[in-house]
């Protein structure tokens, strides 16, 4: 079993600040790449941001410099820090990971997403 679960989300006013995390459990062997995405009701999912492994980043347009994704050493906690929000960064957001798995019949890779968390930016 893997999971990922988020937290973090919130109410904020716009101009503010919020940090989301992602911790990664259970029979983890590797976590290659790490992201968040987001929704809004009746509008598809869509990407905010990813690192790889190795660290390296990409960004939707909407959100370059203004939120910062990054990993803990023993990468399986991601992080969002959310400045400057804006009311149409409101959204459930969502932590996604591919996740190399050991079980009793070997290794299986798998997409993983979290539960989601709200985050409500008011004007």
């Known amino acids: 079993q893997v999971q990922l679960v988020e937290s973090g989300g919130g109410l904020v006013q716009d101009g503010g600040s919020l940090r989301l995390s992602c911790a990664a459990s259970?029979?983890?062997?590797?976590?290659?790449?790490m992201g968040w995405y987001r929704q809004v009701p009746g509008k598809q999912r869509e990407l905010v941001a990813t690192?790889?492994?190795?660290?390296?980043?990409n960004y939707a347009d909407s959100v370059k410099g203004r939120f910062t994704i990054s990993r803990d050493n023993a990468k399986t906690t991601a992080y969002l820090q959310m400045n400057s929000l804006k009311p149409e960064d409101t959204a459930v957001y969502y932590c996604?990971?591919?996740?190399?798995?050991?079980?009793?019949?070997?290794?299986?890779?798998?997409?993983?997403w979290g539960q989601g968390t709200l985050v409500t930016v008011s004007s």
């Open positions: 996604n990971a591919g996740i190399a798995s050991r079980g009793p019949s070997g290794f299986k890779y798998l997409e993983v």
């Open positions: 690192i790889t492994s190795g660290g390296s980043t």
């Open positions: 259970g029979s983890i062997f590797s976590i290659n790449g």
